[in-house]
């Protein structure tokens, strides 16, 4: 005995049902010949007739009326679970993991990913942060969040904001009494805030001068590992940050913080969304592509 085909075994279910060639046709999306046909070549591939027919009437036989029986509850079953699949495809839910630095995620969290719950409360989002670089594939993630030149060369990247600018910032208390920094080199004076790198390593503060790039290698008697943490740091007056006006534009509105030396500081990638393929996507990874997209879109 062969194997009976799913539309075969729709077929035979559809007959039993409607006892009319014609409607049970229409059921199937399928003309009547070929219906005929179906039912005729699962009797063949069953060795029993399943169908009484006559010019008038058809009705299944014993056999068929227990065959139908046995497979209508697997048929329901397998019908359900093609809805429930086109309801993550018209209703996007399930399960987003998403890879993102501490910063990143601080930067994106209200605009980005409370935003896009907000809009889709069917969908739960776990963000994880963490500093080093992972294989987001390798480690179960949909999706990463890291700067433009951070991505790797074989995801898709989606931009989420431009590219971001640099101050030194101090507070006025710690410049009370201290020469502010005009060179990048004066800074070799003052107490700076350093920032360790996941790898270990100590950051160089990074500036453009004249057209060449200064790597400094600045002084000071603290060592942190995120940019919030730094940004206490100088709002207290313990000395100097190096950070993004993401970070710090607020605290100089608000008169707690001094910028400086931003002149000298090349821009730095913006962050961006990535992910492995187009194909075969979650819809609830589709539609965080599009929500992001369209915000894109709406800002202009």
């Known amino acids: 005995m062969r194997n009976l085909s799913i539309d ?15 409607a049970a046709a229409h059921d199937v999306g399928v003309s009547p010949t070929v219906l005929s046909q179906r039912i005729a070549a699962s009797e063949e591939k069953l060795g029993v007739r399943l169908f009484n027919r006559t010019t ?26 093609v809805d429930t699949v086109n309801e993550h495809r018209v209703r996007p839910v ?37 500093d080093r670089l992972i294989d987001i594939v390798a480690d179960g993630f949909d999706a990463g969040i890291r700067p433009s030149d951070a991505v790797p060369k074989d ?49 160089k503060w990074e500036f453009l001068v004249h057209g060449q790039m200064q790597r400094l290698e600045v002084p000071g008697s603290i060592t942190l590992d995120d940019a919030g943490l730094m ?12 950070l993004a006006n993401w970070w710090t534009e607020p605290k100089c509105r608000e008169g707690r913080l001094v910028a400086m030396l931003g002149e000298f500081i090349p821009p730095v990638s913006g962050l961006s969304l990535y992910y492995p393929s187009r194909k075969n996507q979650s819809a609830a990874l589709q539609a965080l592509i599009n929500f992001i997209s369209q915000e894109i879109q709406r800002r202009g």
């Open 8 to 22: 075969e075994l729709q077929s035979i279910a559809a007959l039993a049902r409607r006892r009319s060639f014609r």
């Open 56 to 81: 008038r009437s058809v009705s299944p036989t014993e056999a068929g009326s227990q065959f139908f029986s046995e497979i209508e509850p697997a048929l329901s079953a397998i019908a359900h679970a």
């Open 94 to 130: 399930g399960r987003l993991k998403i890879n993102s630095s501490v910063g990143a995620a601080r930067r994106v969290l209200n605009s980005v990913i409370l935003e896009f719950s907000r809009r889709y409360e069917s969908i739960e989002i776990d963000l994880v942060t963490e």
């Open 155 to 203: 995801m898709i990247a989606l931009s989420l904001e431009p590219n971001q600018k640099f101050s030194i910032v101090g507070s006025p208390e710690y410049l009370k009494g201290r020469p502010t920094p005009v060179l990048p080199q004066d800074l070799m004076q003052h107490q700076c805030l350093r920032s360790r790198l996941p790898s270990g390593g100590i950051e």
């Open 231 to 242: 940004l206490e740091a100088a709002l207290s007056g313990v000395g100097l940050a190096y």
